[in-house]
């Protein structure tokens, strides 16, 4: 189980798809204000990217942080980014992992 990402079903506290899950209200007027992140927000976005969600499509959900915030949170909150990290990184596809070797290779035969 990853840091911060819902824990398994137990016999006192059922399942619930992250999706479904509740999420703090949020301010989402324009204006400057100190941070909305919060703990439980945090678990959400990860438990949905766990379960194979885009942060474009969490983003999209009227109840959640922009794009921008969601990634703003990975440098502000240390919290955030422990949790983030590894559920991003475990759910990388395999071409983007392929990419570091993709440009070295175009570049070898741009040389050659």
């Known amino acids: 189980m990853l840091p911060g990402v819902s824990s398994p079903p137990s016999l006192d506290r059922p399942w619930i798809p992250p999706r479904q ?3 703090p209200q949020m301010d989402h ?3 400057a204000k ?3 992140y919060r703990r439980e927000i945090g678990k959400v976005i990860c438990a949905r990217i766990d379960a194979g969600e885009t942060i ?3 983003a999209a959900d009227p109840a959640m942080p922009s ?3 969601i990634f703003r949170w990975t440098k502000v909150s240390p919290e955030f980014a422990a949790m983030y990290g590894p559920v991003r990184r475990l759910h990388l ?3 983007m992992l392929m ?3 993709f440009s070295l290779s175009v570049a070898a035969v741009a040389r050659w």
């Open 34 to 36: 100190a941070s909305q």
């Open 29 to 31: 007027t324009g204006g």
């Open 67 to 69: 794009y921008a915030t």
């Open 99 to 101: 990419r570091p070797m």
């Open 56 to 58: 474009r499509s969490i």
């Open 21 to 23: 899950q509740a999420v």
């Open 93 to 95: 596809g395999p071409c």
